[in-house]
């Protein structure tokens, strides 16, 4: 039985098979078919390893037959917390074969993101480094399964520590393959094959059900928008986890095509650069955040970046005028990619006039996209108007995972899903960002749902109120600023600053990222006339300020 979600209604199951979106294939076949048809060219490379298709499928049937041996299966939900390695595409792929799930959580989430996720899917197993990053993730993962009753499995790529229990990587990949067929995963096309995360703005993340067919369409789709070839090098640059380097094209796309897919350790343009000459590498993506840094590097670089085709920018606003730059001084074709993990991708097209592609973030990858730029009351306004992006279409999702209470909100009777995000369109098509009535912080790229950070922040004696919003930040696109009230009670505690804040945080198990980058404190926080907290009235001081010390630099 196949995981629950929200289906598409029938009529447009029908439309987007009949039109060839959606065509039955799944991921547990998904690198057969490739090695039967580029068995000998390089698939994958990192800092340890390099594979070629037949290798990359004859690993992961090996990884397959060890998951099984631990009593994994159809359905099965397994929490992938990797970095940029190999080990991340082995797994993934070998629980494709046997029929499990992937949740992608991030490589930088704690105790209460991980507790979170894993009672909300009920996990079965939890897939870990030893250390990234200069902390171990031993400790967090032995946490974690003290709480989660369903989290039977551990398994560790590096050292799995002594007396954990926790399963090393390298016993799944000496499993023994002639335990019958590796591909055990009795999917169809349309269960859902993952879950991806939501970058929220009330709680904890929602988890977003994606199927075989709407993720396999949505990377063909890409693919083809980005004119990807076996011929083609892929660098993924920031982490796998997230959608837009797994599938926008990202590894997923260059892989339907028989590309080569290098996974970079980390996005510094230094190292980057290296592996482009090195690979050959054709389309690298990377976030507004590091197009300054990467623009920087390009201009002192002794490495030949020649092969470099095209390079995607996405995943927050990337500045018009830094898009010009960009255009201007690397001689590759700039692609701006306003995605979400809940489905829709727009991307400018490769053939695009440098106007369009330095002052729009693209338009949609799929015909079959349905888009509405909506008023208050749901109602389209005319192009070139602001409104909020509602969309529906054969790779967005109908419901997330479990939220029922969530999904009456995010979705409208007919099944658009409202972004949250505020946009204009062109006469062409095209879309313009203009921000967010979500709320939700999109620092660096790094999403963090306002109300889960004032939760914690509320936990912390001196706090009585708190508010958390974006300021607009040279180098992160926004930064955090937490507006609080204290408790001025008899046994008032000191005004906490941003470190205290930090380890407070810290303490509760919360990603570091979601740490408030400011702390200003307030007699009393502004309310509406029912008494909520007013946030318009805090981003209205935070524009004044902008505006008087004019736009960051
Ligand atoms: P995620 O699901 O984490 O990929 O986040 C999706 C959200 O990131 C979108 O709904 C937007 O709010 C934001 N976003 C992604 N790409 C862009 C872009 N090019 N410009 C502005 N915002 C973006």
């Known amino acids: 039985m196949a995981i629950d979600m929200t289906p598409w209604p029938g009529t447009d199951v029908e439309k987007y098979r009949a039109a060839g979106y959606w065509r039955g294939e799944t991921f547990a076949g998904f690198l057969a078919s490739r090695a039967r048809a580029h068995g000998n060219r390089v698939a994958l490379v990192d800092d340890r390893t390099r594979l070629t298709y037949a290798e990359l499928d004859e690993r992961t049937d090996h990884v397959a037959h060890g998951l099984r041996g631990l009593g994994l299966g159809s359905d099965d939900r397994v929490l992938l917390q990797l970095p940029n390695r190999a080990e991340f595409l082995l797994l993934w ?16 989430h704690r105790r209460s993101e991980m507790v979170h996720l894993a009672q909300h899917s009920d996990a079965a197993a939890y897939v870990i480094p030893d250390l990234h990053a200069g902390f171990d993730h031993r400790e967090l993962a032995a946490e974690v399964r003290s709480v989660s009753p369903s989290l039977k499995h551990v398994i560790v790529v590096g050292d799995p520590g002594t007396g954990t229990g926790f399963t090393p990587f390298t016993d799944l990949l000496t499993s023994a393959p002639e335990a019958g067929p590796a591909i055990t995963s009795r999917a169809s096309g349309g269960d859902a094959a993952l879950l991806l995360l939501s ?39 920031l982490p796998v986890a997230f959608n837009y380097t797994m599938n926008c094209p990202g590894v997923l796309g260059a892989l339907s095509v028989g590309g080569r897919v290098v996974l970079a350790g980390n ?19 990377i976030n507004p955040q590091l197009a300054p840094v990467w623009l920087d590097e390009a201009a002192v670089t002794d490495a030949d970046l020649s092969t470099l085709r095209v390079l995607q920018v996405g995943s927050a606003r990337l500045a018009d005028e830094t898009a010009r730059k960009m255009v201007a001084e ?44 909506a008023g208050p009351d749901d109602q389209e306004v ?33 099944g658009f899903y409202r972004s949250g995000d505020r946009v204009r369109r062109r006469p062409t098509g095209h879309l313009v960002v203009v921000g967010r009535s979500k709320d939700q912080i999109n620092r660096g790229g790094e999403k963090i ?14 706090i009585q109120s708190a508010a958390l919003l974006p300021a607009p930040d040279p180098d992160l696109g926004e930064r955090s600023v937490a507006f609080l009230v204290l408790d001025g009670g008899p046994d008032a505690v000191p005004a906490p600053d941003r470190k205290e804040l930090a380890a407070f945080l810290d303490k509760r198990g919360v ?5 408030p980058d400011e702390v200003r404190i ?16 805090l981003a209205a001081q935070i524009k004044a300020e902008r505006s008087k010390s004019g736009p960051p630099a």
């Open 199 to 237: 970058g929220g703005t009330t709680g904890l993340p929602k988890l977003i059900p994606r199927t075989h067919d709407d993720y396999l369409y949505n990377s063909r789709a890409a693919g083809e928008v980005c004119e990807l070839t076996e011929e083609s090098v892929y660098l993924a640059a």
């Open 522 to 537: 307030l007699d009393v926080m502004p309310l509406t006339p029912v008494g909520k907290m007013d946030k318009k009235v």
């Open 330 to 373: 690397l001689g590759c074709v700039i692609q701006q990619v306003f995605g979400m993990a809940e489905g829709l991708l727009c991307l400018t097209r490769l053939s695009d006039p440098p106007e369009i592609i330095t002052t729009t973030q693209g338009r949609p990858i799929s015909p079959a996209d349905e888009i509405k730029v």
């Open 449 to 462: 749902p306002a109300t889960e950070v004032e939760g914690h922040l509320l936990a912390h004696p001196a």
């Open 382 to 414: 005319p192009d070139g108007e602001e409104g909020e992006l509602l969309v529906r279409g054969p790779y967005t999702l109908r419901g997330y995972y479990h939220a029922d209470e969530h999904n009456a909100k995010s979705f409208t009777h007919d």
């Open 93 to 108: 792929f070998a629980l494709m074969k046997i029929g499990a799930v992937p949740v992608h959580t991030q490589p930088g």
């Open 511 to 515: 990603a570091a990222f979601k740490a």
């Open 267 to 285: 996005p510094d343009p230094g190292y980057c650069f290296d592996l482009i000459e090195r690979e050959g590498v054709t389309i690298a993506a």
